[in-house]
């Protein structure tokens, strides 16, 4: 009698439900796949979280062991392009799909969304973009059922997602509707579409210098602003750590803009100047190295730290405080008194494209009535005869212009001090009417290719009555 043959174990297919068998130990990760898991998760973490792109950075390159610098930088700049491009990116990935992807699909979407930017705009072989891709699917419990879904829609996206692209109006795609409409009430539609545009690309890297811009400007192959300020192209800057003068403590970085407020306040050397929200530092530093008495208040622990490294480096000395300004007593008054005021920061979207989607349009009122409050403190802070600066990197006018009005108005014992074109070195088209300062990121647009743009500022000088 013959024998019956032994019924077949059934196989789940790859595209669906459970998976064979694996090796008790999992196999090394393919090379570039550590970076990408951490992109994955960093865009996870504020997309879904809300979480600020510097932390949620940090952790991620952390939790995946990044300790190669080139694999930090990748992940980082993959981070920042689908922060910039993600209206665009989900268009096209989204022209490629059947129907909608269901909601709870673990980090799919960030996935997705990374190899896109990689195939459309950073110009990475299709075979590693979209292979990487698929292993990540795999990797993640939620995902793994749409790795032949995601072969399927990247392979589409590398032959004919650029075309796709091409459709789209990026100002439209990317800037949200609320954030564009403020600024085409503000600025008018055609500045409103500079100031996107520039907002959406990449920060040339300036710094500061203690002494001698011009000869740091030609060492260093930089642009000397004529704000005093040192451009380099980030393209082709390397590591902020591996330049000359860093370890000499010898320039700092900041933004030409963020470096504007300080300088408003005129000489200070030899005068007790309070530097208030000073963490990280740029400002301290620039008026310690002017020659001030300088107290530099945060209430951050953190942030504290940061400032007291960043000092350590540069060799300046400053009397570092742990204080809420709002609450701050420390029994004197000072010759000048400058205030960066924590905003919207709706001007740093170069270097924080986080903000496009962490920002929501009924949350500034909150921040307005914190900035009066801190502006009020500052005031009391104030000797007569002395100087108050107000800054925020806001190009929100709430934030700004109609802060200082409503100051003034209630205020008769301060009053303006205009900026006058050229002082500092400040173009006449970044003052206000009212004699304000008002950088915007459209600026220096012609200034020389690749180093154009400015952070978005306001700072209002003012003076105390004797």
């Not at 993600?86 to 709870?104: I, N, T």
């Not at 896109?116 to 939620?142: F, M, N, S, W, Y």
């Amino acid at each position: 009698m013959p024998t019956k043959p032994p019924a077949k174990r059934p196989v789940a297919k790859h595209s669906h439900g459970a998976r064979p068998n694996r090796p008790s130990k999992p196999p090394p990760k393919p090379a570039g796949l550590a970076a990408r898991d951490a992109v994955a998760a960093c865009l996870t973490s504020i997309l879904g979280r809300g979480r600020p792109l510097d932390d949620a950075f940090e952790a991620a390159i952390t939790k995946a062991g990044l300790d190669q610098a080139r694999d930090r930088a990748f992940a980082r700049l993959v981070v920042m392009t689908v922060l910039r491009r993600k209206g665009e990116l989900e268009a096209v990935v989204a022209s490629f799909l059947e129907k909608p992807l269901p909601a709870d699909t673990g980090r799919l979407r960030p996935i997705l969304l990374s190899a896109a930017a990689q195939l459309l705009v950073l110009e990475t072989p299709p075979h590693a973009a979209i292979g990487l891709a698929v292993d990540q699917c795999r990797g993640d419990p939620k995902a793994r059922r749409f790795d032949r879904l995601t072969n399927a829609v990247l392979r589409k996206v590398a032959s004919t997602g650029r075309e796709v692209m091409a459709t789209l109006d990026p100002i439209i795609a990317n800037i949200p509707p609320w954030l564009l409409s403020r600024w085409n009430e503000a600025y008018g539609e055609a500045t409103a579409r500079g100031i996107a545009a520039a907002s959406l690309a990449e920060a040339a890297l300036d710094l500061s210098v203690k002494s001698d811009a011009s000869a740091w400007a030609e060492k260093l192959g930089g642009h000397l602003l004529a704000t005093g300020s040192v451009r380099l192209a980030r393209a082709g800057a390397g590591r902020v750590e591996d330049l000359p003068g860093y370890a000499d403590g010898a320039w700092w970085v900041q933004d030409a803009a963020a470096a504007l407020p300080a300088r408003l306040l005129g000489d200070v050397a030899g005068q007790r100047v309070a530097d208030l929200c000073a963490a990280p530092g740029g400002k301290t530093a620039e008026l310690a190295s002017a020659g001030a008495r300088i107290t530099a208040v945060d209430q951050s622990p953190l942030r504290l730290r940061r400032l007291a490294e960043n000092l350590a480096r540069l060799k300046i000395e400053a009397d570092v405080v742990e204080a809420d300004v709002l609450s701050w007593a420390p029994g004197t008054t000072f010759d000048a008194v400058l205030l960066d005021a924590p905003c919207s920061a709706t001007g740093t979207i170069r270097r924080h494209p986080d903000i496009l989607h962490l920002r929501r349009k009924d949350d500034t009122a909150a921040r307005v009535a914190l900035q009066e409050r801190m502006l009020a403190s500052a005031a009391r802070l104030v000797a007569p005869g002395g100087r108050l600066v107000y800054a925020t990197c806001s190009l929100e006018p709430e934030e700004g212009e109609t802060q200082i009005a409503r100051f003034l108005a209630g205020r008769p014992e301060f009053s303006r001090l205009p900026v006058a074109p050229g002082e500092a070195g400040i173009d006449a088209a970044w003052i206000t009417r009212d004699g304000d300062l008002r950088t915007l990121p459209s600026h220096l647009a012609a200034e020389a290719p690749g180093l154009s743009g400015l952070d978005g500022f306001y700072a209002a000088r003012l003076e105390k009555h004797p």
